[in-house]
């Protein structure tokens, strides 16, 4: 009998770019595909109208009712004002985002767990899609949040730290990113945080490299939640993968 495959770092790190080969060869999903960024876009066309129709002419009032601001500077700060709300809105926009395309994200899991012959599970109610979503990020951000902001504070008061503290952020947001599109399809599944921890430490390998590739296209703007449905569907090919190669080795997480 053959050996099984292993699922180590490489494997991990072009699994991204497998996945969105594979989404763009399957029609059923273009649709899903696009949500997120549709979603982001919504958001934050949203946000630029009412900062421009709404928080400059107010900040313009409030500073005009004053009497002894000058109207161009009035102007000014409103027009600052504005540009302040559009781009806190960007991070709101990009936070949002992912929790409220829970539903299609879901979807493409689904597609791709039909393509792998994966086992039936039972369907989210639509609530609970949108609850998903959230846990993704929010377990992302509580795996990876506290650790990097003590190591960034640990560099400001010993900057030589920087040596050592900078890749282990690197790492840390790494592991982070993969924790937080893993959550999808463990959630799906019923994984529960015991065995997440375990999945993690015992694939450690595997979701470093995933977490690093994927992390790349956090360099550029947007393009995060662009590749989310592709991450969504990289981790669960690689979830599938490691159980059944665990199915000669081992108990699946």
Known sequence: MAAPQVVGFWRGFVAPFSAARRLLGRPAAWPWLVVPALVFLGLEVAIIAVAWHTVRP?????????????????????????????????????????????????RVVGLTEAELHAPARAPLGFLAEFYCGARALLSSLAFTLPLVLGLS??????????????????????????????????????????????????????????????????????????????????ATELYWEIVRAEGHRGPTP
Not at 58 to 77: I, T
Not at 85 to 96: E, Y
Not at 100 to 106: H, R, T, V
Request: proline share 7%; glycine share 10%.
């Open 58 to 106: 107010w900040v313009n009032e409030q500073l005009a009712r004053m009497g002894w601001v000058p109207e161009a500077l009035a102007l000014g700060a409103s027009w600052l004002a504005a540009a302040l709300a559009v781009f806190l809105g960007w991070f709101l926009a990009m936070f949002l985002a992912p929790v409220l395309s829970a539903p299609a994200l879901e």
């Open 153 to 234: 504070l640990f560099e400001l008061l010993l900057p030589p730290a920087a040596v050592v503290c900078t890749p282990l952020k690197a790492l840390l947001g790494a592991l982070g990113v993969a924790w937080g599109l893993f959550d999808y399809p463990l959630t799906l599944r019923g994984i529960g945080a015991r065995q997440r921890w375990h999945f993690v430490r015992q694939h450690f390998l595997v979701m470093l490299g995933f977490g690093s590739a994927f992390s790349l296209v956090f360099w550029l703007p947007c393009f995060g939640v662009v590749m989310l449905p592709v991450g969504v569907a990289a």
